[in-house]
């Protein structure tokens, strides 16, 4: 078996046994009714369409889809308990009804993690593979082989072909012997080096894919250009390589973080910062005269600039916006110090998560002066600057936070903020948030 056209259809119809076996035991009262048993099963396929929850790339694995995972839980579960809005239930149970959706997804969960498994075991061992080769040899050579060489993804590799003889031993000869090799072999893909061939090469190539039955995949010639965060946009009928390509781009992400960011900050101001700015004005100026807050002009999103709130750890002085606070800095209160250590002074930032111009996760925001310096000094700066600006974020939760001391200090920091760029899912906000406050209960050396 090569490729499966069972694998969508069997998941599906898996899953939605799943989410009907459940309700219909636990909640028969009101699954029952042909207009929730619709409901229930047309959601999940609505959803599902709408996210690709399904994919079956050859590529995809379990971890790499949790995000998708939690989308479709979370509208799920909104849909799910949107019904009972209509109906009159009586000793109806929010609590209960939660339990039943964690048993569904919980039982999803496995299946899929199982059905993963089950696929990298039967490729392992050989069934749906695909045989493949390389026309071309170019500096991409080295890095596809090790694609094609992991064993749980079906490839097997049979070597390539290249107008350049070599002494390698997955060397197949010249380019023009590839087409009877291909049909000799039961070859499935061919991938074609495009900075290797001319016009009319991969002209032939295209023709003899398509009089031959088989699927020919172009590698564009790169320069060298390539990232992580890249994506592929067509203009028409034209490629175009997005190199700083993000998940944060797409509208249902941008919506989910917002979302996100308004219930989470709107929390923290309620049952936090109501009482603790009333009795922090009080302390700090039985000790020091002066505002309750400090706020300060910083960088944020596509480099506006914003006043970024905190609360006053310092007494009033004139380098408060041109210099850092450093260890044992004379400018610190007593109470301020305090606020430090546990990085509550950090916390009016949520009025500026709430009002938009910050998010709970992400880069942290700098002054002005330092983004002056650090942006032509700093490799890849800048690119902080393409998402908002976080009260916390991946770079502070690995060390990377508060003074800098040396040139590492600001490279490491940058280096953890464009990976999370690169690499945000919603589920990284959440583990970026508990180690934030695990670090601030535990205490942290860079935390002064």
């Not at 995972?69 to 009159?88: N, P, S």
């Not at 032939?204 to 564009?220: H, R």
Request: net charge positive; charged share 20%; glycine share 6%.
């Amino acid at each position: 078996m090569k490729r499966s056209s069972l694998i969508i259809p069997f998941s599906i119809v898996w899953h939605l046994a799943i989410i009907n076996l459940v309700l219909y035991f636990s909640t028969p009262e009101t699954y029952l009714e042909s207009s929730s048993i619709v409901f229930y099963n047309s959601s999940w396929l609505l959803i599902s369409y709408g996210i690709n929850f399904y994919p079956i790339g050859r590529n995809e694995q379990f971890r790499s889809n949790l995000n998708k995972l939690f989308y479709q839980y979370l509208i799920f579960g909104l849909a799910y308990f949107a019904l009972f809005g209509f109906k009159d239930i009586s000793n109806f149970s929010p609590q209960y009804q939660l339990s039943i959706l964690i048993i569904v997804y919980s039982a999803i969960s496995f299946s899929k993690w199982v059905f993963h498994m089950v696929i990298r075991v039967y490729r392992i061992e050989g069934g749906n593979s695909v045989n493949v080769v390389i026309v071309g040899n170019d500096k991409n050579l080295e890095k596809i082989q090790q694609v094609f060489n992991k064993p749980e993804l079906g490839y097997r590799y049979k070597g390539y072909f290249d107008n350049n003889k070599s002494e390698s031993t997955s060397y197949l000869g010249q380019i023009e012997d590839s087409f009877q090799y291909v049909l000799q072999n039961s070859i499935d893909e061919i991938y074609c080096m495009a900075s290797q061939l001319s016009s009319s090469e991969i002209r032939n190539l295209i023709n003899f894919a398509d009089n031959n039955f088989k699927k020919l995949k172009i590698i564009p010639d790169n320069k060298d250009v390539y990232t992580r965060a890249m994506g592929v946009e067509l203009f028409g009928v034209i490629p175009v390589l997005n190199l700083r390509k993000s998940p944060l781009d797409s509208d249902l992400a941008r919506v989910g973080k917002r979302g996100f960011d308004i219930l989470f900050s709107a929390l923290v101001i309620i049952l936090l910062l109501s009482w603790l700015t009333p009795l922090l004005f009080i302390l700090l100026n039985i000790e020091s005269k002066g505002p309750v807050f400090f706020k300060q002009q910083r960088h944020g999103y596509n480099k506006k600039v914003f006043w970024c709130y905190k609360f006053r750890s310092m007494s009033p002085n004139i380098e408060a916006n041109t210099s850092m606070c450093s260890k044992n800095d004379h400018r610190i209160t007593k109470i301020g110090r305090i606020l430090r250590k546990t990085s509550i002074d950090e916390l009016p930032q949520f009025f500026n998560v709430f009002l938009g111009e910050m998010s709970v996760v992400g880069p942290r925001p700098h002054m002005q002066s330092h983004t002056h310096q650090y942006e032509t000094s700093v490799d890849k700066y800048l690119v902080r600057h393409f998402v908002k600006p976080g009260v916390t974020g991946l770079a502070q939760i690995k060390g990377y936070r508060g003074e800098i001391v040396k040139k590492a200090d600001i490279i490491n920091r940058v280096r953890m903020d464009v990976f999370y760029i690169e690499k945000w899912c919603l589920m990284m906000d959440i583990k970026i948030i508990y180690y934030t406050i695990f670090n601030a209960l535990r205490g942290e050396e860079k935390a002064y």
